[in-house]
Every structure is written in structure tokens, then in C-alpha cells.
């Protein structure tokens, strides 16, 4: 897949979450905050608990599942995104970090998966 099919690809596969979440009753906070090299997909409330929600866009039936891509590597480079996003914004309540799987189907279908506390942290 070239860099701008998979660009093109996260960039869908956000908005697909997005909708979701919002259609789920999470209030969007920022949509690819970044801080340095370090970038948050989505940050939303949701009943007083700030999600950092990290979005995983693949083909359906590929050779492995978007949940699979949150390797260590990532979910290292997500607890500085987030320390670094609490830092800005001064929140100083609860906190979740989920993962929306997004699968696309050829004939333009997608299903989309919800999995909260993705990342267990122990803060």
C-alpha cells in the first residue's frame, strides 16, 4: 500500500470513529493533537472520563487485525502523547485509553469495534 493510499486510509478510518463516538455520546476534545513527534488520533469525554482513543483503520480480512498494531512501540508513544496532553489542557480527572478497530469491507461497508481500556496504565 503506498504512503498516500494508507494516508488516505487512517484519515477515513477517523472520521469513521469520530462519527461513532459521537453518535456513542463522546464529546470530541481534539481530532490528531500533536506535540512534538508525539500525536493523539482522538481525545473525547464521555461521563466526566477523558478517552485517548487511538484509531486502527485495515482491510477487512487482511493478514492481521487493526487491534494488532498496538505494539508496545505505540502504546509507549501514546503515554507521552497523553502525559503531554494533560499537561496542556490541566485535566486532572479520570482517563481511559481505548482503540477503534476499522475494518473496510471491498464493497465499501465498514465495521467498527470499540475496545476500551485498550492500554492498562497504572498512573
Not at 504512503?3 to 484519515?11: F, K
Not at 500525536?39 to 485495515?58: G, M, N, P, Y
Not at 482491510?59 to 512501540?73: D, F, H, I, R, V
Request: charged fraction near 25%.
Amino acid at each position: 500500500m503506498s504512503t498516500t493510499v494508507a494516508a488516505d486510509t487512517g484519515r477515513r478510518g477517523e472520521q469513521i470513529a469520530t462519527d461513532y463516538l459521537r453518535q456513542h455520546g463522546y464529546e470530541i476534545e481534539s481530532l490528531n493533537w500533536r506535540q512534538g513527534r508525539y500525536e493523539l488520533d482522538i481525545v473525547a469525554r464521555k461521563w466526566e472520563v477523558l478517552h485517548f482513543i487511538e484509531v486502527k483503520t485495515r482491510k477487512a480480512n487482511g493478514l492481521t487485525p487493526p487491534e494488532a498494531a498496538m505494539t508496545s512501540q505505540k502504546q509507549q508513544a501514546l503515554l507521552h502523547a497523553a502525559r503531554a496532553y494533560l499537561a496542556y489542557s490541566g485535566w486532572d480527572g479520570e482517563v481511559a485509553f481505548d482503540l477503534v478497530a476499522v475494518d473496510c469491507h471491498p464493497d465499501g461497508s465498514v465495521t467498527v469495534r470499540l475496545i476500551e481500556q485498550a492500554l492498562e496504565t497504572h498512573w
